[in-house]
């Protein structure tokens, strides 16, 4: 069964950080490209983050390029979300996402709220 969890989530103030984690299990990690994506209520979601399957190679929405990295640990199947110098903005959930050819493999999301 594949499975995909995020954690790290919460409230913090702006200009704060946090770390989001998703362990994955149930298909070959290391074989998928990774991305990160978020919602905001009443908006579309969007990608901020990407990496390839070996970490060679990442992408950044414009949004959040030099404040978030994204990066994997293959040997522990989880990806994960650096986020530094968070706006108010950047509020919305979070979701982690697994994909390779036709499969596309998705996280429940983790709420990020940044709010003094």
């Known amino acids: 069964q594949v499975q995909l969890v995020e954690s790290g989530g919460g409230l913090v103030h702006p200009g704060g950080s946090l770390r989001l984690s998703c362990p994955a299990s149930g298909f070959t990690f290391s074989g998928y490209a990774i991305g990160w994506y978020r919602q905001a209520p009443g908006k579309e979601r969007e990608r901020v983050a990407f990496?390839?399957?070996?970490?060679?190679?990442?992408n950044y929405a414009d949004a959040v390029k030099g404040r978030f990295t994204i990066s994997r640990d293959n040997a522990k199947n989880t990806m994960y979300l650096q986020m530094n110098s968070l706006k108010p903005e950047d509020t919305a959930v979070y979701y982690c996402?697994?994909?390779?050819?036709?499969?596309?493999?998705w996280g429940q999301g983790t709420q990020v709220t940044v709010s003094s």
């Open positions: 990496i390839t399957s070996t970490g060679g190679s990442t």
């Open positions: 996402n697994a994909y390779r050819a036709i499969y596309d493999y």
